[in-house]
C-alpha cells in the first residue's frame, strides 16, 4: 500500500511566516477533530507555546542584538524539529484511514507529490511590518480579478480589497492582533467559492 507523505515546508519561509504557519496548522489540528489531544506526540499547549516564543523572538530582534537574533534562530529551530514529529504523527494518523487525503489537508499540511511540489492551492500570508500584511494567491483560469475579506475573530468576515493583482497588502492592523483572510476570485461565469481561512500574527 502506498503511503501519502505530507508536506510540512517550514524551513524555507521567514520567521514571521513560520509562526504563520505553525499557528494555522495548531488551528486546523485543533478545529478538524481528527486529532485529539490525548493522542498527540506534543501536546496543543505546549505547541503553542513554541509559537509564540518565536513569534516574542521576531520581536525582540527587531532591536537588532546579536543575542535576541541568535535567540530567535534558535527558537526557529526549535519549532520545526517539534512541528517534524507533528508531521509524522499526521502521516501516521492520515495513513490508517480510509480518506488519508483529507486527513492531511484537515490538518493544515499539504501532500507531497513527486518533485516536491505541493498538492494544494492556497492563499498565503506574511507580514510587511508596521502593520501590514502581504496576502498571495494562485491564479487559477479565468479568475480576473480577487475579493479579499479579513476577520479579527475567524467568523465575521468583511470586504477590505478588490484586485486584479495576485499580491496585494492590506494595513494597517494593530501589532500582536491575529487576523484572519480569506478571498474568492471573479470570473466571466461570476464568483466562485470562498477560499480556507488563513490567519497570521500581525507585527
Not at 521567514?14 to 478538524?32: F, L
Not at 516536491?116 to 492556497?122: P, Q, T
Not at 511590518?129 to 496576502?135: A, D
Request: glycine share 6%; hydrophobic share 40%.
Amino acid at each position: 500500500m502506498t503511503k501519502i507523505k505530507a508536506a510540512l515546508r517550514l524551513s524555507s519561509l521567514t520567521a514571521e511566516s513560520k509562526v504563520t504557519k505553525a499557528q494555522g496548522i495548531i488551528d486546523a489540528m485543533q478545529a478538524s477533530g481528527n486529532y485529539p489531544a490525548s493522542d498527540m506526540p506534543i501536546n496543543y499547549s505546549r505547541l503553542q507555546t513554541l509559537v509564540d516564543n518565536l513569534h516574542n523572538a521576531i520581536l525582540a530582534s527587531n532591536a537588532g542584538t546579536s543575542t535576541s537574533i541568535s535567540n530567535m534562530h534558535e527558537q526557529e529551530r526549535i519549532l520545526i524539529s517539534a512541528f517534524n514529529l507533528i508531521k509524522a504523527h499526521v502521516e501516521f494518523v492520515a495513513n490508517n484511514t480510509v480518506d488519508p487525503t483529507s486527513m492531511i489537508t484537515s490538518a493544515g499540511l499539504q501532500i507531497a507529490v513527486s518533485g516536491g511540489a505541493s498538492g494544494v492551492s492556497e492563499l498565503t500570508l506574511e507580514t510587511a511590518g508596521n502593520g501590514g500584511v502581504v496576502i498571495k494567491v494562485p491564479r487559477g483560469p479565468d479568475e480576473k480579478a480577487f475579493v479579499f475579506e479579513v476577520s479579527t475573530d475567524g467568523t465575521s468576515f468583511t470586504k477590505v480589497k478588490s484586485s486584479s493583482l495576485t499580491k496585494v497588502t492590506i494595513s494597517p492592523y494593530t501589532p500582536g492582533n491575529t487576523i484572519y483572510v480569506r478571498y474568492y476570485a471573479i470570473t466571466k461565469n461570476g464568483e466562485t467559492a470562498v477560499s480556507q481561512v488563513k490567519s497570521i500574527i500581525v507585527l
